[in-house]
């Protein structure tokens, strides 16, 4: 499966953002998906999953609250959702997609799209 990540942007604390990940091939619906981000400097880190029908959604604790998953097996896309951002979720976002169960370390996690820049202004 090939992975196209968008919707990134320069916003300002307090806004919101929606990143979409579009997906090639017709065994989306088969992967669990997950997102992660990397900051400057920073290792990559796990900010959610959803399992591959939708019904079981997870998050990391520091955007638990604030961030949704979501995902269209009929369009093939993962939506995450960013409310109330803050200048520290400022980093790159990276849609992944696994056949290992759902998980959040970024090794489980075979295929990967290129990355979208988030940056949230103070």
């Known amino acids: 499966v090939q992975l196209q990540a968008s919707g990134g942007g320069l916003v300002q604390a307090g806004d919101s953002l929606r990143l979409s990940c579009a997906a090639s091939?017709?065994?989306?619906?088969?992967?669990?998906m997950g997102w992660f981000r990397q900051a400057p400097g920073k290792e990559r880190e796990f900010v959610g999953l959803?399992?591959?029908?939708?019904?079981?959604?997870y998050y990391a604790d520091s955007v638990k609250g604030r961030f949704t998953i979501s995902r269209d097996n009929a369009k093939n896309t993962v939506s995450l959702q960013m409310n109330s951002l803050k200048p520290e979720d400022t980093a790159v976002y990276y849609c992944a997609a696994t056949y290992r169960g759902i998980s959040p370390q970024a090794d489980e996690y075979s295929y990967w799209g290129q990355g979208t820049q988030v940056t949230v202004s103070s």
């Open positions: 959803i399992n591959w029908s939708g019904d079981t959604t």
């Open positions: 091939g017709r065994t989306f619906s088969t992967y669990d």
